[in-house]
């Protein structure tokens, strides 16, 4: 991996203050707070679930989770605050462990605010090998440390309804639709007649903007100037297209209006998505009753399917990060142990949830089980994930992708709406991004 000058601007002032430690200076004596840094209850779920209900937290040691939202940077904010001075205070008042995200998880890589896995965690490479290798890609330092480990691989796919399908296309069978998605000239087609059956292809601005933007050739950076990727200008005449002619329901991706038609009455073919937004996005939304059952007659549930869509790509990713300055080395490699090597542990997570976890042999054995999953009706969709998965590379990133993206879905809303022009989204778009990072350039 190349050394990013970047980084080191962005967190330059953390890298100083957090210079030279690492599991030579942790306290022998674990601490009795275990602090964890994270921006959903995702990371909490699993841990919850699949390592401490198994009684592996140590007795007298409590868990404190510090839980921030990711929108407006705000997560990021609060963890390069509380990382600045982390050698400052009592070791039971540091961070033990943080999260981040493929967005910006090049920030945190190619410094020493955190722990190299194999040297200061303890996890051998026979520990690892069966990970993705582009998940360790995205975390591996300009030295070839490795600094975070993840519990999931995230190639992505189409997850639409099995009733829309069978009114629009007379089949909802994966295969079959497939082959009337499979590029975005068919994809174009199908939601032409989508929309003459009453349906929207899409639920609104940014539904296929992850499909395109983890194809682009050129990173959102390069030497401190903002690029505009040819895939980016793509999303934006598809989406302004979408827009015009009623293909989509004008809804921001994350938003209210966007989920309420994926429930029982709701008038979306399908969403873009990987494993985690099928478990812990789409399945949730699907139901009538939140505190229901998840199972067929509870809203939309078991009435989805999954097929790979006219474009391959990955989305997110939760990484886990050691917080150097922790005093509570041998608890973080016990977790990152449990949760992203050992075999059973993730083959118990993608059973119970869906999620496609990050170890190759494991997701082998289920793709050709008979695992079935309720939401998808049945359908076992880890097998449409596994060439995806190991195609995988690590794509163009940069530190700044979250704020930028996040800035460029706002700014060009206007713009598919009609408000203002083009040029005006573009220029907004500039003003948001110089706003938050101010050393970049146009």
Not at 69 to 80: G, S
Not at 209 to 235: E, Q, Y
Request: aromatic share 12%; charged share 20%; net charge neutral.
């Amino acid at each position: 991996m190349k050394k990013m000058n970047a980084i080191l601007f962005v967190c330059g002032a953390l890298t100083m203050v957090l210079t030279g430690c690492s599991r030579k200076n942790a306290k022998t004596e674990p601490g009795k707070v275990f602090t964890i840094y994270c921006w959903n209850e995702e990371f909490q779920a699993r841990f919850n679930d699949y390592f401490a209900a198994k009684g592996l937290v140590p007795e007298g040691i409590m868990v404190n989770w510090v839980v921030t939202p990711n929108q407006n940077n705000a997560y990021q904010n609060k963890l390069d605050e509380a990382l600045a001075k982390q050698n400052s205070l009592p070791p039971d008042e540091r961070i033990d462990l943080f999260l981040v995200e493929a967005d910006y998880a090049l920030k945190y890589v190619d410094t020493p605010l955190t722990l190299d896995i194999k040297k200061d965690i303890g996890l051998s490479d026979a520990d690892i090998a069966q990970q993705y290798q582009y998940t360790k890609d995205i975390m591996t330092d300009s030295r070839g440390a490795l600094k975070g480990v993840s519990w999931q691989a995230c190639p992505g796919g189409f997850v639409y309804r099995r009733s829309i399908a069978r009114n629009v296309l007379g089949t909802d069978n994966p295969e079959q639709v497939q082959t009337a998605l499979s590029d975005w000239a068919h994809f174009d087609n199908t939601a032409a007649k989508a929309k003459q059956k009453g349906y929207f292809m899409l639920s609104g601005f940014e539904d296929s903007f992850r499909v395109f933007s983890d194809n682009i050739k050129s990173p959102w950076v390069v030497d401190g100037t903002i690029r505009i990727d040819p895939a980016i200008k793509a999303w934006i005449a598809q989406t302004k297209n979408y827009t015009e002619n009623g293909y989509n329901n004008r809804a921001p991706l994350w938003s209210k209006e966007s989920w309420i038609e994926a429930g029982r009455n709701g008038r979306v073919f399908g969403y873009f998505g990987p494993s985690w937004f099928i478990d812990f996005v789409l399945a949730r939304n699907s139901l009538e009753d939140i505190n229901g059952p998840r199972q067929v007659g509870n809203g939309s549930y078991g009435d989805w399917a999954f097929c790979k869509g006219p474009q391959g790509f990955s989305w997110g990713g939760t990484w886990i990060c050691g917080a150097s300055g922790s005093d509570n080395v041998q608890l973080i490699h016990d977790i990152m142990y449990t949760l992203t090597c050992d075999a059973d542990t993730l083959i118990k997570i993608a059973e119970h949830t869906g999620d496609f976890t990050n170890n190759k042999a494991a997701m082998t054995k289920i793709a050709n089980s008979s695992y079935q999953n309720p939401f998808l009706g049945g359908q076992n969709h880890i097998s449409f994930f596994l060439d995806s998965a190991a195609s995988l590379t690590k794509k163009n990133l940069s530190p700044y992708d979250m704020g930028i993206n996040e800035s460029l879905q706002l700014a060009m809303r206007p713009y598919f709406v009609g408000d203002i022009s083009e040029e005006q989204a573009w220029e907004q778009f500039y003003i948001a991004v110089l706003r938050k990072y101010p050393h970049l350039k146009r």
